[in-house]
Each structure stands twice: as C-alpha cells, then as structure tokens.
C-alpha cells in the first residue's frame, strides 16, 4: 500500500515535469552576435552560455507591448527559485537606436528588474540580428519589408518623434544554455508554462 | 453581500442619474507607473454602457498630456500598436482597456511623467460631445490581466 502511494506520487511528478514537452533546437534562427548594451559596453550571445537567455526585440517609445511583456518577465524573475533566477538573463534589443541610448534603456530596464539588459546599436547591426532571428518576409498595405519589423510614419507626424509606431515580432526568443534557439515565450504564456520549460532548459 | 452590491449599484446609479442620463460607468482604472525616464505611459480602465444606445469614445483629455486611443493588435507573429479614432461601446456592453488590448497612450507630459501614486485627472469625451471627468491613480503593477486571458470575456 505504502509502495502504491508513493508510485503515484512519482508518477504525479513525472507528469507535472512534463506537462510541456521539451523544447527542439530550432535550425536556421539565431546565432551569435556583438552589441552595444545598456550596462555601457559591448555584449556578446557568448557571454551568456550557461544561462538561459530571453530576448525581445522593442522600443522604450511604447506604452503597452514593451512594458507588458517586461512586467511579465519581471514576474517571472520573481518565481524562480535563486539558483535558476541567476541563469536567466532578459535581453531587450532596441529597434529604436534614433531614441534609445545605453542610459535609457537602462533607467528603463531597471525598473523593471535590475538584472536585464538593454541592446542597441546602429541601425544596421541591429537589422542584421533581426534578419539572423527572424527572415520572414512581413506584407504590410502598401510594401513588403524584409526584416522583422518596419517603422509606420503617421500622416502629418514625421518629425514628431512620438509620432511613429512599430509592428514588430511577438515573440521572446528562449536560448538554452549553449546559446541555440529553443523556442518561443510570448506577452501572454502563462508563467507555469515558462517556469516549467526554463527549468527543464537549465537542467541540460 | 448580494444586498450592498444592489444597493450600491442602486446608489450609483442614482449619483450619476443626477449628472447625466445615459451613464457610461468607469470602473478598475489604472495608470502604469513607468520609469521618470519614459515618453509615454499607457491608461486603462472600463467603460460600461449601461444605456440602450450606443456610446462612442473619441477622446481621452488631461492637462498633464497628450493622450492618443490606441490599440493593441497582434497578428501573424507580429505586433503593433495602432491609433483608433472611435471606440465603440454598444447598448448594454462594456469595453476593457486593458495590458495588450485597448489602452490610451499618453506622451509630451506637461508636468513630467505621472509618479506612483499620483492621481491624474482625465476627461472622456464622447461622440455626442459629452464629457467625464476620471481621477485615476498611477500604479506599479507586475500582475496584471492581459487581453489574452479570460478577463476579456468576463461577462457583467
């Protein structure tokens, strides 16, 4: 009887561990990269093997998607245990290098959780960690962009610099521990779910 | 507790009866409190129509700064934030704004951003010229209901 118990107990473990199935490895999205970051020196994908890496890409000129999603992180954060806490690192690329300087993005991310990071550099070498992560061609109305996102001029807003919005990818890119890109989180997963698949990610 | 909510719902809407005859009813407004640094901040309440017409917000007003409708969409992977010019509250309905749905956008602030606990007053305005004045509290929340979640079909 008492063996009885505790298989079904082992068996309820085993289910809750893998309520999510492993994440792949997903080919032909990512890959190592060099930027300029908010902690005032350059970065690098490498510098974070070991950890589990979390990456978004936004802009600080944006009142829902961005701080939504960093409140989402940061609530993350908060249910880890410290071990695990201090093996994911939060990166926040900037699309927006015309607004965003290391020190902005810093105050910014700060408040959120003062452990993430900020990226942002020119604009070219942002493209160019856009297209690694994300190829898709996007139609919009009126023209095909072909990186991961377009800056939408408002009529009669140009100069503004409030006046622009971007559409930019949904997604916060899951890396393992060896950098390779394993999946994706998004504003609204449920942080059960994150919990779970960031624990199996550093158990690798 | 079924009797105090009838009775403060009665209540209510006695107060606003007084003040208008077709109430639009705001509840659970919040502003996110952001970082002294950011351009903009983003406000959210709920707006019930409790009249048997439609009601149509086409402003929100504050002296504190400019303030746009805007709108959430997420569509093939993508997301983006779009400016509404009319929102739309039917007879008998409501309407969230709410974290990755409706919110409105407020930027150019006059008197620095809004900080935790300040209370920022904004007007509504209304299609038929009508107005409403809402005192809402900037708040710093991690926890919030987006959207995404069950919270936009939550019946009343």
Redesign the interface.
Known sequence: MRIRSWVAVIAGLLLSANLWAAMPILKGVGGDFSLQSSLGRQVNLTDFRGKVVLMFFGY??????C??TM??M??LM?RLQPADRSRVQVLFVSIDSD?DTAT?LN??L???DPSFIGLVDSQDKIDAVAAKYHA?Y?KLADSTVTTVYKK?T?AGEATD??GY???????IYVMDISGRVRGYFY??TPHAEMQSQIEQLLQE | MKCKLLLASALVSVLIGTVQAAPLVVSEPWIRAMPSTSRVIPIFFKLHNKSVEDRALVAIKSSRGDVAIHETVAADGMMKMQPIEVLTISAGQHVMLKPGGYHGMMSHFTEGVPQEGDLVLVTLVYANGEEQDVHIEVVRKMNTGMAMSSLATHGS
Not at chain 1, 60 to 65: E, G, K, L, P
Not at chain 1, 165 to 171: D, P, V, Y
């Open positions: 600080t000129n944006c009142a829902d998607i701080p939504t409140a989402h940061s609530q908060d607004n902005h105050q910014y700060a408040y959120f898709e996007v939408l408002l610099q409030q919005l971007f559409s930019h990818t949904a997604k504003m609204g």
